[in-house]
C-alpha cells in the first residue's frame, strides 16, 4: 500500500525532487506547483535571514514581526468564510531576553532550508531530536522547538507558506479516503502512483501528512466527512460512496491539518460539495464541524489554507434526535459549558442564526445523540433512509 | 559582687561560719521570717514584712501533710535538702546529664554578667570544661567582676535556695532564679566533690580560695578550705564545680549557649575552653564588639493592671500604708491619689480602710475595680534593650553572613508589664540554604534553648509571612533559608509558659509586638534578596549572550552561506549591540 508519498523517502538518497516525469494535469502541473512553494519558502528564509543580517552589520537590533496569535486577534469573515488572523503584529526585537528564542528560529529556518535543497522532510519529533546537535540552542522539550515552528509558520504565513511547505510535519497522518477518488502521488524518487480509491476492499486510502503534491481525477458529486471511524466502516463497507456517488472522508474526531487540506482542495479544485456528518452534541457541533468549516481559533493564520468554507452541516442536528426519536445521553456540564461558549464567544456561531437556533434548543433538550444512535431503526437505516433522504435536501443543511 | 538578692538566705547564718540547723525558709516563697530584717540589705519590698502567721510551709509544699503544726515542724527539720534536690532537679534544669552541664555553665555565667555589670565593669567571662572521665566533668568559670568579701562566700555558694526574683520587677537575667549553689549542690551529690571557689575583690587585697560543701542534710555551708592564695587577677571571682554530666552537641548544647549568650551580650568578651580542648587545641574566643554597658534597669512597682487577686490580696496584707488609698498610690505605679480613689468607690471599699484587714471579697472586688479602670501605662524606661546597632555589630562579628539586620521596637506593656522586642538578622554566606533558618530566641538577654515549639517567639516567627519577602516557607513552620534570626523580649517580668523557664507565655500583646518587629526586619531582608536575585539574573543573561549569539550567527551563515570571516564579525557586532542594549 504504497500510498504514503513521504513514506520512502528517509531510506533513499537526498536525492533532488526535480523528475522528469511528466506530470498529469490538475491544478498547474505538479511540478511546477512544487517548484514555486519551494522557491517561495527559500525565498523567505533567505529574505528573513538577509534582513536580520543587514540590521546587524549597521549596528541595529533585528527583530521579527510575527501576527499576534491569540483570540483577540482573530475575527470570523463571512466574505472569505473563515476565521481569519488579524492585523495585530508581534515585534520581537532582538535583546538579551530574546537571543535564545532568536537563535532558535533562526537555526530552525537553516534546517527548513536544508530539508527543501534536499527535497526531505522532517516530522516535529524529528526536527525536535536535530536540535539536540546544536549544544545549548538545543530544545529541552518537544513543545519547544514545536512553538518555534508555529512561529515561523506565522511568521512566512502572510506569503502562503504552512509548515508543510517548511518540510516540516506533523506526527500523525490524516484519515481514511473511499470512493470514486483517484490520487496521483509521487514518492521522493519521483515515480508516479496512481491511487483508486475504489480498490481498497473493506479497507480505505489513508490521506498522508502532506498533501501539497498530490493531484486528484474524481467523478464524485460531493465529499461527505465522517466523524466516527465506526460509521465510516460501515458506509464504506456497504460501498454507500457508489450509491451516492460521493467521497467518503473519516476524520476521527477533529480533523488534523492534512485532512482539512485533503478535502479543501477537492472542494476548490473540482467545485465539489463538502457536507459533515458528526455527533450531535457541542463537541460534533462546535469543534470538529467548526473546525473544519471556518478553521480554529488558535492556528488562525492557516486557516486560508486549512478549512474548507464550502463545507455544510448535514447531520445529526438537533432536530433530527426529535425527527428520528433516537436514543440520547444527557449533556455533562463540560458540554452545556461549551456550548454556550460557541454562542457567547464565537463569531462563526454568532453569525449564523440556524446554528445558533440549533444550538439554543440542543442546550435546552439537554441532550446529545451519536451518529451511530441511528441503528436503533436497524444497523442499515442509516444507509437506507436516513443519509438518502437528508441528501434530498441538500439546501436545508445548517450553514 | 554576684547579685546577691539571687541568693538571700532566711536565715542570718553567721559569715563564713556553720549555722544552727534550720530549716531553710526561701525568701519569696512564702516563709517571712521575723528574723529576716537583720540582714543587711532588704531585698525586694514584697519581702521585707514581718507578720506573724503560721510557720512556713515545707519546701515542696507538702499540702496533705498540714494535720499537726507539731509534727510538721519536725519534719521540716529533717527534711534533707539533698532529698528535695533530686525530687526537683527537673525544676531546677538538672534534669538530665546533659542539661545540668548546660545550666551550670547558664547560672555561673549568668552569675559573672550580672556581678560585672552591677558593678560597672565590662565583664570578661571565661567558661572551660574540663572532660576528666566519660561522664564526670569540671567546670569552671572565671570573671573579672568585683570578687567578693572573704565573710560573704561561704553565704552566696554554700546554701541551696529559690531565686528571689519573683516579685522584684526589673529586667534582670536571673529568671532561672535558682542560683549557682544548686549547681554545687548538684555536682555535690553526682560527685562528692567540693565547690572551689577564688576570689579577689581588688589589686592591694589577697586571693581567697574556698572549698565549701553544703551540709545536704541541714542546708548550711561548710568550709573544707579557707587559704590566701596568689592569684593574677586584680579583682574577679572564679568558680570550679566538679559533676556528673554530659557533653553533647546541637541546639541544647552548651557551644550553642555560649555563641548565643555572647551575641545578645556584646559589651561581654567571652572566652570559651570545651573539652578536649587540649587534643584539639580550640579555645574559642568570643570578642567584645561594644565597650559600653547595658544601662543600668530602673526597678519598678508592679502596674495594678497586670496584678493577680492572690498577689494583692498578699500586697495588701504586706502594706505598711495606713489605708487603702495610701497603699494603692505607695506600692503601685501609676495610681494617683485620685485613681485610688475611683478605685475604691467603683469596689464600694473605703479608701481609708487599713489594707491588711480587707477580705479576701473586698480585696476580689478592689482588684476588678481596677480592670474596669482606666489607669496610665507603666513607664517604660526601665526596659534597657540591647540597641539595634549592637545588634548588628554582634551578629556581624559572629556569623559569617552577607547581610544583617536589626530592628528595636519601642517599649510596650502586656497585662501592666512594660516589655519591649527586639529582632536581629543575618542573611546569605556561609549560612545553610537548605534548611530551616536558625532561630536564637532570648528572654532578658538570656538564650532559651529548650521547647522551641512552645515559644511566643516561634509561633511569631512561624505566623509570618516570609514568602512575601523572597524565602520559602512551609505551611505555619519555620521559614527555609540562609537565615539566622535572634529574636529578644525584655520585660520586668516576662512571662514564662511553665517553671522551667524556656518558652515565652503566647500573650496577643507580645505576639503582635514581634511580628511587628520580625516585619521589619524581614523588609529589609527582602530588599537585599531582590537585589541578589536581580544581580544573579544580570550575570546569567551575560552568560545567554555568550552562550546564544554564535548560534544566531551559525544559522545565518547556514542560510546566507557567508564565510568564517564574516560569521566571526557577526558575532562580534551583535554580541557589542546587544551589551549597549543591556546597560540602557
Redesign the interface.
Known amino acids: 500500500m504504497a500510498a504514503r508519498r513521504k513514506s520512502g523517502s528517509g531510506k533513499s538518497a537526498p536525492t533532488r525532487r526535480v523528475t522528469r516525469k511528466a506530470a498529469p494535469g490538475g491544478a498547474g502541473s505538479y511540478e511546477k506547483r512544487v517548484q514555486a512553494t519551494d522557491t517561495e519558502t527559500r525565498r523567505q528564509i533567505d529574505q528573513t535571514a538577509e534582513r536580520v543580517h543587514q540590521t546587524i552589520r549597521k549596528r541595529g537590533r533585528p527583530d521579527l514581526r510575527l501576527p499576534v496569535r491569540a483570540l483577540s486577534n482573530v475575527s470570523y469573515s463571512n466574505e472569505q468564510g473563515y476565521l481569519e488572523i488579524g492585523r495585530q503584529m508581534k515585534v520581537r526585537t532582538l535583546s538579551v531576553n530574546t537571543v535564545k528564542n532568536f537563535a532558535q528560529t533562526l537555526r530552525m529556518m537553516a534546517l527548513s532550508k536544508e530539508l527543501i535543497q534536499n527535497s526531505d522532510f522532517a516530522t516535529k519529533r524529528e526536527a525536535y531530536y536535530i536540535s539536540k546537535n546544536w549544544e545549548e540552542c538545543k530544545f529541552d522539550e518537544q513543545v519547544e522547538s514545536d512553538t518555534v515552528m508555529d512561529d515561523i509558520e506565522a511568521l512566512f504565513s502572510v506569503h502562503q507558506v504552512a509548515r508543510e511547505q517548511l518540510r516540516f510535519y506533523p506526527e500523525e497522518h490524516g484519515g481514511s479516503v473511499s470512493g470514486p477518488l483517484v490520487v496521483v502521488d509521487r514518492d521522493s524518487t519521483g515515480r508516479v502512483s496512481r491511487i483508486d480509491c475504489t480498490a481498497f476492499g473493506s479497507g480505505a486510502y489513508s490521506v498522508p501528512s502532506s498533501v501539497e503534491g498530490l493531484d486528484f481525477e474524481t467523478t464524485a458529486a460531493f465529499v461527505l466527512l465522517i466523524e466516527t471511524g465506526g460509521m465510516f466502516q460501515r458506509l464504506q463497507s456497504h460501498r454507500f460512496w457508489e450509491r451516492a456517488n460521493c467521497i467518503l472522508v473519516e476524520m476521527g474526531g477533529v480533523p488534523t491539518r492534512s485532512v482539512r487540506r485533503f478535502v479543501r482542495r477537492l472542494a476548490d479544485e473540482h467545485g465539489l460539495p463538502v457536507y459533515a456528518f458528526v455527533d450531535c452534541d457541542p463537541y460534533g457541533i462546535a469543534n470538529i464541524y467548526r473546525t473544519i468549516k471556518v478553521g480554529s481559533g488558535s492556528a488562525a493564520h492557516i486557516n486560508r489554507f486549512f478549512c474548507v468554507p464550502s463545507a455544510r452541516f448535514l447531520g445529526v442536528t438537533p432536530q433530527d434526535i426529535v425527527e428520528y426519536e433516537l436514543p440520547t445521553h444527557p449533556l455533562k456540564d463540560v458540554d452545556v459549558k461549551r456550548a454556550r461558549d460557541a454562542l457567547k464567544n464565537d463569531p462563526f456561531f454568532q453569525r449564523h442564526k440556524p446554528w445558533r437556533q440549533a444550538l439554543e434548543q440542543l442546550v435546552g433538550m439537554g441532550v446529545r445523540a451519536e451518529q451511530q444512535a441511528l441503528a436503533k431503526w436497524g444497523l442499515n437505516y442509516v444507509i437506507d433512509e436516513y443519509l438518502p433522504r437528508k441528501l434530498q435536501h441538500p439546501g436545508r443543511f445548517l450553514p | 559582687m554576684p547579685d546577691q538578692e539571687k541568693f538571700v538566705f532566711a536565715s542570718p547564718a553567721p559569715g563564713g561560719g556553720a549555722g544552727r540547723p534550720r530549716r531553710r525558709a526561701p525568701a519569696r516563697a512564702g516563709g517571712r521570717r521575723p528574723r529576716e530584717r537583720k540582714r543587711g540589705r532588704k531585698p525586694a519590698p514584697g519581702a521585707a514584712e514581718p507578720v506573724a502567721h503560721d510557720p512556713a510551709p515545707a519546701p515542696e509544699g507538702g499540702g496533705g501533710r498540714r494535720s499537726s503544726a507539731v509534727e510538721l515542724a519536725r519534719r521540716q527539720r529533717d527534711i534533707s535538702v539533698s532529698e528535695f534536690f533530686a525530687k526537683n532537679r527537673h525544676l531546677l534544669g538538672f534534669d538530665n546529664p546533659s542539661k545540668a552541664l548546660l545550666t551550670t555553665v547558664k547560672e555561673g555565667v549568668d552569675n559573672a554578667l550580672d556581678a560585672c555589670e552591677e558593678a560597672g565593669i565590662l565583664p570578661d567571662v571565661r567558661v572551660e570544661i574540663a572532660q576528666l572521665d566519660e561522664t564526670r566533668f569540671r567546670i569552671a568559670i572565671e570573671d573579672n567582676g568585683p570578687g567578693i568579701v572573704r565573710a560573704q562566700v561561704p553565704k552566696i555558694f554554700g546554701r541551696l535556695l529559690y531565686g528571689s526574683k519573683f516579685h522584684r520587677l526589673r529586667q534582670s537575667r536571673g529568671q532561672q532564679g535558682i542560683g549557682i549553689s544548686a549547681a554545687g549542690m548538684y555536682g555535690l551529690i553526682t560527685t562528692g566533690k567540693p565547690i572551689v571557689i577564688t576570689t579577689r575583690t581588688g589589686a592591694k587585697k589577697p586571693a581567697h580560695h574556698f572549698e565549701l560543701v553544703i551540709d545536704t542534710q541541714k542546708n548550711e555551708p561548710r568550709v573544707k578550705r579557707d587559704d590566701v592564695v596568689e592569684w593574677n587577677r586584680a579583682h574577679g571571682t572564679r568558680v570550679e564545680i566538679e559533676l556528673e554530666g554530659n557533653y553533647r552537641g546541637g541546639q541544647h548544647s552548651v557551644d550553642a549557649y555560649i555563641r548565643q549568650i555572647s551575641l545578645a551580650n556584646p559589651h561581654a568578651q567571652i572566652t570559651y575552653v570545651p573539652p578536649k580542648a587540649e587534643e584539639y587545641g580550640a579555645e574559642h574566643a568570643f570578642p567584645r564588639v561594644a565597650r559600653t554597658l547595658p544601662p543600668e534597669t530602673a526597678e519598678i512597682k508592679p502596674h495594678p493592671y497586670g496584678v493577680e487577686l492572690g498577689v494583692l490580696m498578699q500586697m495588701f496584707r504586706d502594706s505598711r500604708s495606713r489605708n487603702l488609698r495610701g497603699c494603692l498610690t505607695g506600692d503601685f505605679s501609676r495610681v494617683s491619689p485620685r485613681i485610688a480613689d475611683e478605685i475604691c468607690t467603683r469596689a464600694k471599699v473605703s479608701a481609708s480602710r487599713r489594707p491588711s484587714e480587707t477580705t479576701r471579697e473586698e480585696a476580689e472586688r478592689v482588684h476588678r475595680a481596677i480592670q474596669a479602670t482606666k489607669i496610665m501605662a507603666p513607664p517604660t524606661d526601665c526596659i534597657a534593650p540591647i540597641g539595634e546597632e549592637l545588634i548588628e555589630r554582634a551578629l556581624r562579628a559572629e556569623v559569617e553572613a552577607d547581610f544583617f539586620a536589626a530592628s528595636t521596637r519601642r517599649p510596650t506593656v502586656y497585662r501592666g508589664n512594660p516589655f519591649l522586642v527586639e529582632v536581629g538578622l543575618s542573611y546569605g554566606g556561609k549560612l545553610s540554604a537548605e534548611e530551616s533558618i536558625t532561630l536564637y530566641r532570648y528572654a532578658n538577654r538570656v538564650p532559651l534553648q529548650y521547647q522551641q515549639g512552645a515559644c511566643a517567639i516561634t509561633k511569631a516567627v512561624n505566623s509570618t509571612d516570609w514568602k512575601a519577602y523572597g524565602l520559602q516557607q512551609p505551611k505555619g513552620a519555620l521559614p527555609i533559608g540562609p537565615m539566622l534570626l535572634m529574636v529578644h523580649v525584655a520585660s520586668v517580668w516576662v512571662p514564662f509558659t511553665s517553671e522551667s523557664k524556656e518558652a515565652i507565655a503566647h500573650y496577643p500583646e507580645i505576639v503582635k509586638e514581634l511580628r511587628l518587629a520580625l516585619q521589619d526586619c524581614g523588609r529589609k531582608v527582602s530588599a537585599h534578596i531582590r537585589r541578589r536575585r536581580r544581580e544573579a539574573e544580570e550575570a546569567k543573561?551575560?552568560g545567554?549572550?555568550e552562550?546564544?549569539?554564535p548560534?544566531?550567527a551559525?544559522?545565518?551563515q547556514?542560510?546566507?552561506g557567508?564565510d568564517e570571516r564574516e560569521k566571526e564579525r557577526?558575532i562580534e557586532?551583535?554580541t557589542?549591540?546587544?551589551e549597549r542594549?543591556?546597560k540602557m
Open positions: 543573561k551575560r545567554y549572550i552562550k546564544y549569539i548560534h544566531l551559525i544559522a545565518l547556514e542560510i546566507l557567508f557577526t557586532t551583535l557589542d549591540v546587544l542594549s543591556r
